[in-house]
């Protein structure tokens, strides 16, 4: 490998380091700088007195499913596919096998993209500001519901304070739109059955290839599911939710993924050869 591509592959992965790092500073920004917006509600708002419940998908198993399945497959496909390449290239006087090369490329379009879809969705939290299904159980807010004043009139968020004893849930439960778990967990799965279907290629694998694409959408599908099921939010927020993680890996994956093809055994013939051997066929006697 000539200096100058060697210095091409670095400058690529430094940007790529730098541009995630921004990303994820960002990130953190949007989670404990941004100051979110808190909107009132209505009282008898029947969509708000739901019990708070734990989560059935709690946020370290999203985590580790939505980032550990896809690098899994990431792993094993690109060393299936490029193990016996004999291009390894050295950068730097160090030997790049071709499998690891293939193995970048994918997982840094997905860190990429989990990356847009943690910010978009934070975005969305604090510039909405929706109470979430169980507001009325955890902030318990000091307006009597009863009196004639407040009957069929808009709460302002100052008109108020809550008196519930789980302080430290009160800023989250104005977050209910969009559903981060769904948006999280449709990115992640769809992303790996595009994936899957590109590059677990090899023979007899068909059934097997379907099989898990649809165990990976079922377990996205489980999860946002379960948003509705545990009144962390509204259906309304699920669904935008997952629209969204769907629409990034359908984007990320057609126009920002770049994957490493193996190399082909067997070339085809030149036209001309191809019509030489036709023309052989047929003057050759019957």
């Not at 200096?3 to 500073?25: G, H, P, Q, W, Y």
């Not at 090369?101 to 993209?113: D, E, I, K, N, Q």
Request: aromatic share 16%; hydrophobic share 45%.
């Amino acid at each position: 490998m000539s200096r100058e591509e060697s210095i091409r592959i670095l400058r690529k992965f430094f940007v790529d380091i730098f541009l995630i790092s921004a990303l994820v500073l960002c990130i953190y920004a949007t989670n404990s700088l941004w100051e979110p917006f808190e909107r009132g509600y209505f009282c008898g708002d029947e969509s708000l007195m739901f019990p708070y419940k734990n989560d059935t998908v709690t946020t370290p198993m999203l985590r580790l499913f939505g980032l550990g399945l896809p690098i899994l497959a990431f792993f094993l496909c690109e060393w299936v596919l490029l193990r016996k390449e004999v291009d390894d290239r050295r950068i730097l006087s160090i030997c790049i096998p071709a499998w690891l090369r293939g193995f970048y490329c994918p997982l840094a379009s997905f860190a990429f993209g989990t990356c847009f879809i943690e910010l978009t969705t934070n975005v969305a939290k604090n510039v909405i500001g929706r109470p979430r299904p169980h507001f009325f159980d955890l902030c318990k807010p000091s307006v009597d519901c009863s009196l004639a004043e407040w009957q069929k009139r808009y709460v302002q968020p100052h008109d108020y304070h809550c008196t519930g004893d789980q302080t430290d849930k009160f800023t989250d439960m104005h977050m209910s739109f969009l559903s981060g778990h769904s948006a999280w967990s449709a990115f992640t799965m769809f992303y790996l059955a595009l994936y899957l279907e590109k590059r677990m290629v090899w023979r007899g694998t068909r059934v097997l290839r379907h099989s898990l694409q649809f165990a990976a959408v079922m377990l996205s599908w489980f999860t946002a599911l379960s948003r509705v099921s545990d009144y962390k939010h509204h259906w309304s927020d699920v669904l935008a939710g997952y629209f969204l993680g769907m629409t990034f890996a359908v984007l990320i994956w057609t126009w920002g993924t770049d994957i490493l093809e193996p190399k082909r055994k067997h070339h085809s013939l030149p036209q001309h050869e191809l019509n030489s051997i036709h023309h052989q066929q047929m003057a050759a006697p019957a």
